[in-house]
Nanobody, 115 residues
């Protein structure tokens, strides 16, 4: 049974930082690509960042230079370090992976950036 459990969301002022974590189980984490998505109210879910099993990364233009995705294969965990947060980063952030042809999602963690 594949499970993805996110944590680390919260309230932060513009310019602040948060680090999200996603703990995975039920997969061979070291060979899985992992992604972070987000969905803001009234908007479609969008890809924020992706990391391959080999550590190659890709980012949405809107977060390049501010967000960093990383992974710790020993802990079966993927992280999203978010710096210089803006109000438009407010969203529910989801961890995801594709394993054996199926997409799996976590329950999401809320990030709210407010003045």
């Amino acid at each position: 049974q594949v499970q993805l459990v996110e944590s680390g969301g919260g309230l932060v002022q513009p310019g602040g930082s948060l680090r999200l974590s996603c703990a995975a189980s039920g997969i061979i984490f070291s060979i899985a690509g992992m992604a972070w998505h987000r969905q803001a109210p009234g908007k479609e879910r969008e890809l924020v960042a992706f990391i391959t099993s080999g550590g190659a990364t890709n980012y949405a233009d809107s977060v390049k230079g501010r967000f960093t995705i990383s992974r710790d294969d020993a802990k079966n965990t993927v992280y999203l370090q978010m710096n210089s947060l803006k109000p438009e980063d407010t969203a529910v952030y989801y961890c995801s992976t594709t394993w054996r042809g199926r997409d799996y999602w976590g329950q999401g963690t809320q990030v709210t950036v407010f003045s």
